[in-house]
């Protein structure tokens, strides 16, 4: 039977026993029992988690093994972060406009030219609705083609040729696709998208094991195999995909639980001298409606409102504000969020293609929202002398 570990990251020093949590996170010993329950149920072949909170050391759970007969999933193990590699391009972004490289309102079609973006167009589609899936192209537009492993010059050829469904900025359209226009802009400027991520981010932040690319994955001296579903409880390992990773500012990140630890404490504040509080308002500001959000399975009974930034999701969760992003590639689920008010944030990354995470990620910040209120309505009621 696979194990579940608890582990404080940064002190290594590892718990196995529910007194090993204060008082006041009996909650996390409970969804983590209950989380191992359902991942043996469908025999998920593995997963780790963390949960931080400003200023204290976090508190990591892990399950499972990189692969069939390999090694335990820790915090040194690399994953791919799928679509939470929007969270990265969002805030590359916002310090890139920080630093006057760029505004929101610069048109795409002045970053990379040769495509002829909707040149003609009196309100073109800019840097800001690029971040915020407000293009207004047919959502996940072209996703096939980069699945096909078209060049990612041929997909933006393609993707500029489309019709739009909406005026820019004017409906949520999720894409894939069109955050290749980072990646070629910083290939014409004879570098790569990976390297300004790096010396903008990785290095500064002393991520220990964030890469972008295949080769980034696979170098890793450890790092979880991918796998997808033969049936509801049975998982085969399958090969690590090109096809994404050639958009890596829609999904070409790969990530230790300890670096997606260091990533929430600096949308929490922690490192305000390289992400600064106000660059980080600026991506989780409301920036789109996404109705589309509030049927979600596992999350619509939670979710009274729901929005898109620059490259975050904002959630309304039962009236409090909760910034999120999930990621999907095949073979590897990934999920981050945290709730500003709050000061807490929480991340989970799986080598298995499992819908589970949705629950599990819904469950979690079920758990401690109620948790929190209940101990605010403690405190109220002290104060008050009821």
């Known amino acids: 039977m696979r194990s579940l570990t608890l582990i404080v990251l940064f002190w290594f020093t590892v718990f196995t026993c529910p007194s090993a949590f204060a008082k006041e996170d009996s909650?996390?010993?409970?969804?983590?029992?209950?989380?191992?329950a359902q991942a043996m149920k469908h025999n998920v072949p593995g997963y780790i988690l963390v949960f931080v909170r400003k200023g204290e050391p976090a508190k990591v759970i892990s399950y499972g093994l990189t692969e069939n007969f390999g090694e335990k999933i820790d915090g040194d193990t690399v994953f791919?972060?799928?679509?939470?590699?929007?969270?990265?391009?969002?805030?590359?972004?916002?310090k890139k406009v920080a630093e006057k490289q760029f505004t929101w309102q610069?048109?795409?079609l002045e970053i990379v030219p040769e495509y002829g973006f909707n040149r003609?167009?009196?309100?073109?589609?800019?840097?800001g609705h690029?971040?915020?899936?407000?293009?207004?192209?047919?959502?996940?537009?072209?996703?096939?083609?980069?699945e096909a492993n078209y060049s990612l010059k041929r997909v933006l050829g393609q993707l500029a040729k489309l019709e739009p469904l909406c005026s820019p900025g004017k409906c949520y359209t999720y894409q894939n696709a069109l955050f290749g226009v980072l990646e070629d802009y910083y290939f014409n400027q004879k570098s790569t998208y990976g390297k300004e991520l790096s010396k903008s981010i990785?290095?500064?932040l002393k991520m220990p094991h964030a890469s972008t690319g295949r080769q980034g994955l696979q170098s890793s001296p450890k790092w979880a195999k991918p796998h997808v579903a033969i049936t509801r409880s049975k998982w085969r390992e399958t090969k690590v995909q090109d096809d994404y990773y050639r958009f890596g500012p829609?999904?070409?990140?790969?990530?230790?639980?300890?670096?997606?630890?260091?990533?929430?404490?600096?949308?929490?504040?922690?490192?305000?001298?390289?992400?600064?509080?106000?660059?980080?308002?600026?991506?989780?500001?409301?920036?789109?409606?996404?109705?589309?959000?509030?049927?979600?399975?596992?999350?619509?009974?939670?979710?009274?409102?729901?929005?898109?930034?620059?490259?975050?999701?904002?959630?309304?969760?039962?009236?409090?504000?909760?910034?999120?992003?999930?990621?999907?590639?095949?073979?590897?689920?990934?999920?981050?969020?945290?709730?500003?008010?709050?000061?807490?944030?929480?991340?989970?990354?799986m080598n298995a293609e499992s819908n589970l995470i949705n629950s599990f990620t819904a469950k979690f910040w079920q758990a401690y929202f109620e948790t929190y209120d209940a101990v605010q309505k403690q405190q109220l009621a002290k104060q008050t002398g009821e």
């Open 27 to 36: 909650w996390l010993y409970d969804f983590a029992s209950k989380t191992q």
């Open 202 to 204: 990785f290095k500064p």
């Open 80 to 94: 791919r972060l799928a679509s939470v590699s929007k969270t990265f391009a969002g805030i590359l972004m916002a």
């Open 106 to 108: 610069t048109p795409i």
């Open 250 to 349: 829609a999904a070409g990140v790969n990530a230790s639980i300890e670096d997606m630890a260091i990533w929430v404490r600096a949308m929490l504040g922690e490192y305000p001298e390289i992400i600064s509080p106000e660059i980080v308002k600026t991506v989780t500001a409301e920036r789109i409606k996404t109705k589309r959000e509030l049927r979600r399975r596992d999350w619509r009974r939670f979710l009274k409102d729901a929005h898109y930034g620059l490259g975050w999701r904002i959630y309304d969760f039962n009236g409090h504000k909760l910034n999120y992003h999930g990621g999907w590639v095949k073979g590897y689920r990934a999920d981050v969020s945290f709730a500003p008010d709050q000061e807490v944030g929480y991340a989970m990354l």
């Open 130 to 146: 690029l971040l915020s899936q407000s293009s207004g192209y047919i959502p996940n537009a072209y996703d096939n083609l980069i």
């Open 120 to 127: 003609l167009d009196p309100n073109p589609i800019t840097l």
